[in-house]
């Protein structure tokens, strides 16, 4: 039997995507309950591009399922990648090493590739400009923390063509039937295919530039960075504006600020403890999250 791999967060249907966010909210209250099933697994982590969160969020939560992690030295310098072995021949064999493995990688479209070659659960822990499930789902839950539902009405705001999380998250959201705005400049607005998969899904998307007059109707404000590592050009166009005190002040009291994070000024430090910024919180529960994906998909 095929086992199950993560790749888009299509591949996810509506219940699953709401009993992960249930078992993650049992795993914050009770992480013992999920020892049994993962204990002794091996989880691969390969990251063929920077991270912090995905990558550590990931360790720790396999070990506090009682899992292991294997990885190499993040420089892959000193793979054997480096002596000109071919991802699929390295993903191939470290398959045999573990029983699921993340994998991050640059180039849209490799994860389905590698995955057909290997027998275990290949999870995408971000795919170049493609999509990053993972972080959606642990997105999800802390709306869903917050609000006790996914129908709400969310702001996309940033790099809206590069970004990955943002098009994991506007296919995830479509399908919970929130309202959609995309702020963005039209150099880094969202692009059409993940606008008319949203559409599809039967979502109502307004694009828009300026983000004044939505702040006192969003309950999620979803700020995400300029990818400058994806950005051929950097222009005056491209520049985003910070979030920051002046502009909240006209946010709807209710809401939430998320950032997947790395910030790198898009969000002004002055704002952290303003009670609506939830973006440290948003990165612990990545942890939690991400201990209910492995168990799922260790079953
Ligand atoms: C994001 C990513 O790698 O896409 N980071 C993360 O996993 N939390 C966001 C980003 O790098 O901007």
Do not use: W
Request: aromatic share 8%; glycine share 4%; proline share 3%.
């Amino acid at each position: 039997m095929k086992l199950k791999s993560l790749i888009s967060i299509h591949d996810l249907s509506k219940k699953e995507i709401l009993t992960l966010i249930n078992q993650a909210s049992e795993i914050q209250n009770n992480s013992q309950k999920f020892f049994e099933k993962t204990k002794g697994k091996i989880l691969g982590l390969l990251f063929f591009e920077p991270s912090t969160r995905t990558v550590l969020s990931f360790s720790s939560a396999m070990y506090r399922l009682g899992g292991q992690v294997i990885t190499y030295n993040s420089d892959l310098q000193y793979t054997s990648m480096a002596k000109g072995e071919s991802l699929e021949d390295t993903i191939k064999v470290v398959s045999s090493y573990c029983d699921i493995v993340a994998i991050r990688h640059q180039q849209v479209g490799i994860l389905k590739k590698l995955q057909s070659i290997i027998s275990i659960p290949l999870i995408n822990a971000g795919e170049g400009t493609g999509e990053h499930p993972t972080q959606t789902l642990s997105d999800l839950f802390t709306i869903y923390k917050h609000f006790k539902k996914l129908d709400i009405t969310i702001a996309f705001y940033g790099d809206l063509k590069y970004g990955r999380t943002n098009h994991s998250m506007i296919l995830a959201m479509s399908q919970f039937n929130a309202n959609i705005i995309c702020i963005a400049p039209n150099e880094l607005q969202m692009p059409d295919e993940y606008i008319e998969q949203a559409q599809k899904n039967g979502a109502n998307v307004i694009l828009d530039k300026d983000i004044n007059k939505y702040l006192s109707k969003i309950d999620v404000l979803y700020v995400s960075r300029l990818q400058v590592e994806r950005i051929s050009r950097i222009t005056k166009e491209t520049e985003l504006k910070s979030i920051d005190q002046k502009l909240i002040d006209k946010l709807n009291s209710k809401a939430i600020i998320l950032h997947p994070m790395p910030r790198v000024g898009e969000i002004n430090p002055e704002i952290d403890n303003d009670r609506r910024a939830k973006y440290f919180e948003q990165a612990t529960n990545a942890v939690a999250m991400r201990m209910a994906i492995l168990d799922f998909y260790l079953r």
